[in-house]
């Protein structure tokens, strides 16, 4: 169980990647045990009757918990914003947001709305996604180029 040597034993509130390709990963936030199986909170168009993505968006996604088996069997844990925001407190913030959004429908969106910036959101209180800013960071000197020379 595992990705490499940076998977320890996760706490309820940590962020989890799992590797999906060599591009891009899918994330969530450990809930906790229920039962003794390991469950994890995340935002999925899984189970929804369209999943299709329409310019990056999916209309019918929703927050489920599922157990973290299911979700995958790599992973590491990627407290990425630690250093910069504060986590907020699991058992009075964070958990209780996570029942709250549970089945409710939410729009995926690639660029403003996917799995990590939930998983930030629930953790930090803040949206983010370091996956797509690497995106941004090798698109947008190209579109800033076509634009100078009225190609776009």
Not at 7 to 21: S, V, Y
């Amino acid at each position: 169980m595992g990705l490499g040597s940076s998977c320890p034993k996760p706490f309820p509130g940590d962020i989890l990647e799992f590797p999906r390709n060599k591009y891009f990963s899918h994330f969530g936030v450990y809930y906790g045990e229920r039962d003794g199986v390991p469950y994890v909170a995340h935002l999925t168009c899984r189970d929804a009757e369209n999943k299709l993505l329409l310019f990056g968006r999916a209309l019918k996604s929703e927050v489920k918990l599922d157990p973290l088996d299911l979700v995958g069997k790599k992973y590491k844990v990627r407290n990425m914003l630690d250093d910069v925001h504060p986590p907020r407190d699991y058992y009075s913030v964070v958990k209780p947001v996570i029942d709250d959004m549970l089945g409710r429908d939410v729009t995926f969106d690639i660029l403003f709305h996917n799995s990590e910036h939930q998983a930030t959101l629930f953790r930090y209180g803040i949206k983010k996604s370091i996956q797509i800013e690497k995106v941004y960071v090798r698109i947008v000197p190209t579109w800033k180029e076509l634009f100078e020379k009225k190609k776009l």
